[in-house]
């Protein structure tokens, strides 16, 4: 599975906000500076996040968005439900249908469960990964990533 950009996008801006929490209410624009991401495309994820509880808004000339709950208490798996609208990895294993009815096995699909499996598996590791733990840890785990690269 490829998560799409809106998981990618806005875990950057809950880790922009939550690095820059000390400056107050954030403007988009200067998020988008910082991470290179269209204003559009943040005035989407800002939405879903703020109603998820995770950011909070402002207007005005000192307005913006701030982390409306602690980094401790943000879940990288709280961002991708939020922002992908679910936790399922394929259609078929969306919890609420019993069926998907996309592909021609459906209901007699064995590996469905496998699927199933997958998305239990890739949140139960999404919900341990927290912004705080991100952002105490985050020069280690930028070289992880880069020696990950390395390898693929």
């Known amino acids: 599975m490829r998560l799409t950009t809106k998981s990618r996008y806005g875990t950057r801006m809950i880790l922009d906000l939550a690095m820059h929490a000390e400056d107050g209410h954030i403007p988009l624009s200067a998020i988008s500076k910082r991470q290179n991401i269209s204003m559009k495309y943040l005035e989407k994820l800002i939405r879903k996040l703020r ?51 996309i592909c021609n096995q459906a209901g007699e699909c064995l590996s469905q469960w496998v699927w199933i499996e997958a998305s239990r598996a890739m949140f139960e590791r999404l919900d341990q990964i927290t912004v705080a733990m991100l952002l105490d840890n985050r020069q280690t785990f930028i070289e992880d990533a880069r020696t990950y690269s390395d390898i693929c």
């Open 51 to 101: 109603e998820a509880g995770l950011v909070s808004s402002r207007r005005g000339p000192s307005g913006g968005h701030r982390l409306a709950v602690t980094p401790d208490n943000i879940t990288v798996g709280d961002i991708v439900r939020t922002l992908e609208e679910g936790s399922a990895i394929t259609d078929c294993s969306e919890k609420d249908k019993k069926l998907c009815g």
